[in-house]
T-cell receptor, first 116, second 113 residues
Framework: NAGVTQTPKFRVLKTGQSMTLLCAQD?????MYWYRQDPGMGLRLIHY???????AKGEVPDGYNVSRLKKQNFLLGLESAAPSQTSVYFC???????????????FGPGTRLTVL | AQSVTQPDIHITVSEGASLELRCNYS??????LFWYVQSPGQGLQLLLK??????LVQGIKGFEAEFKRSQSSFNLRKPSVHWSDAAEYFC???????????FGGGTRLMVKP
């Protein structure tokens, strides 16, 4: 099993450009998440999905869109990148269901994005 | 709303010394708690978790954590630190709706030879 994979690993954008980050998981997990990580701020949830075809806003959703057309994939889009979106982006997935196991998240290796 | 505080941003210990990383949470009910570790340039890896039952939980890599309801704490411990333990450690709690994690700001551990 590859677990959670993210594409690309690194990317540099100019202000105003758009891009899509791809997350894939092969664990048949129901829930998927997108986080950003900035120095001293831990991880902040951008958007999440509790199943194929569903998405919901997290803590910092502005400037991002997501789609979950297939259970194994979760895409994060930036329509018009801004320097404030320079960050490391992590995708995660979890089993779903009831109880604490729902939130036992497995993380991808991250995508380092720089917006100039 | 729930929150997680990791009071120590940086900690330095000597190899072979014991370690305790602090985590305090605010939550109304019995929380689900996690500790994750992040090595440089890597994603987060689950060290251990607490859902219910025994308040002392064992994890991977020789780590353990103790849930103390009276102190709203879930501190991470290791009796003897190895150089490979140098990393950033994150405590997390499940939110009231049960659909997402709230992370602390992290504690960066450095290990002196």
């Amino acid at each position: 099993n590859a677990g959670v994979t993210q594409t690309p690993k690194f990317r540099v954008l100019k202000t105003g450009q758009s891009m899509t980050l791809l997350c894939a998981q092969d664990m048949n997990h129901e829930y998927m998440y997108w986080y950003r990580q900035d120095p001293g701020m831990g991880l902040r949830l951008i958007h999440y999905s509790v199943g194929e075809g569903t998405t919901a806003k997290g803590e910092v959703p502005d400037g991002y869109n997501v789609s979950r057309l297939k259970k194994q994939n979760f895409l994060l889009g930036l329509e018009s990148a801004a320097p404030s979106q320079t960050s490391v982006y992590f995708c995660a997935s979890s089993y779903g269901g009831a109880g604490g196991r729902r939130n036992e998240q497995f993380f991808g290796p991250g995508t380092r994005l720089t917006v100039l | 709303a729930q929150s997680v505080t990791q009071p120590d941003i940086h900690i330095t210990v000597s190899e072979g010394a014991s370690l305790e990383l602090r985590c305090n949470y605010s939550y109304g009910a019995t929380p689900y708690l996690f500790w994750y570790v992040q090595s440089p340039g890597q994603g987060l890896q689950l060290l251990l978790k607490y859902f219910s039952g025994d308040t002392l939980v064992q994890g991977i890599k020789g780590f353990e954590a103790e849930f103390k309801r009276s102190q709203s704490s879930f501190n991470l411990r290791k009796p003897s630190v190895h150089w490979s333990d140098a990393a950033e450690y994150f405590c997390a709690v499940v939110n009231n709706a049960g659909n997402m994690l709230t992370f602390g700001g992290g504690t960066r551990l450095m290990v002196k030879p």
